[in-house]
């Protein structure tokens, strides 16, 4: 069974940092493309990033880059999401989720919520 | 980036009703269309893939189609544990975007 464990999320201050991890099991890490989804409080899904399995391919949304980096540790089955200078609109639950293929997710963590507040 | 407007943003339904929710593309995207059901407080769900794919274990009261730019996401006798939000997303290239959500409520 594939699970996907969140974890990392908590209250930080804005222009803070924070390390979110996903750690997976049941499914060949190594091999899969991982994305981060985020979602404001009553708010939609929003993309945020995507890393491949060798680690050396990633993308970002625009509203990230320079400030998030993605990263994976394929012998530990982690995905991490490093985030910096954060602001209070990245006030979120951060997804975790597997793509077999095409951008498409079908496993995604339980999630965990960071807070961006003074 | 291609952007994907879903509507009606929300609707009221009974069980037992067939309801169709829509999402466009702002550009031809083939069948890269995926859509997913979030129930309050959980992680979303992958329904169906490549716009009328049905995910494993998955009922198949819910269908999708579609291509090109308008998409549809059917589900037919709606049960009460279909009372939810449903998102569109494309898989076309990135950014994979989402739509704003359909809240499907209680009549």
């Known amino acids: 069974e594939v699970q996907l464990v969140e974890s990392g999320g908590g209250l930080v201050q804005p222009g803070g940092s924070l390390r979110l991890s996903c750690a997976a099991s049941?499914?060949?890490?190594?091999?899969?493309?991982m994305h981060w989804v985020r979602q404001a409080p009553g708010k939609g899904l929003i993309w945020v990033s995507r890393i491949n399995g060798d680690a050396t391919s990633t993308t970002y949304a625009d509203f990230v880059k320079g400030r998030f980096t993605i990263s994976r540790d394929n012998a530990e089955k982690t995905l991490y999401l490093q985030m910096s200078s954060l602001r209070v609109e990245d006030t979120a639950v951060y997804y975790c989720?597997?793509?077999?293929?095409?951008?498409?997710?079908?496993?995604w963590g339980q999630g965990t919520l960071v807070t961006v507040s003074s | 980036d291609i952007q994907m407007t879903q509507s009606p943003s929300s609707l009221s339904a009974s069980v037992g009703d067939r309801l169709t929710i829509t999402c466009r593309a702002s550009q031809s995207i083939s069948t890269y269309v995926n859509w997913y059901q979030q129930k309050s407080g959980k992680a979303p769900k992958l329904l169906i893939y490549?716009?009328?794919s049905l995910q494993s274990g998955v009922p198949s009261r819910f269908s999708g189609s579609g291509s090109g730019t308008d998409f549809t996401l059917t589900i037919t006798s709606l049960q009460p544990e279909d009372f939810a939000t449903y998102y569109c997303?494309?898989?076309?290239?990135?950014?994979?975007?989402f739509g704003g959500g359909t809240k499907v409520e209680i009549k």
């Open positions: 490549a716009a009328s």
């Open positions: 997303q494309h898989s076309y290239s990135a950014p994979p975007t």
């Open positions: 989720a597997r793509s077999p293929t095409y951008n498409t997710l079908d496993f």
């Open positions: 049941g499914l060949t890490f190594r091999t899969q493309w």
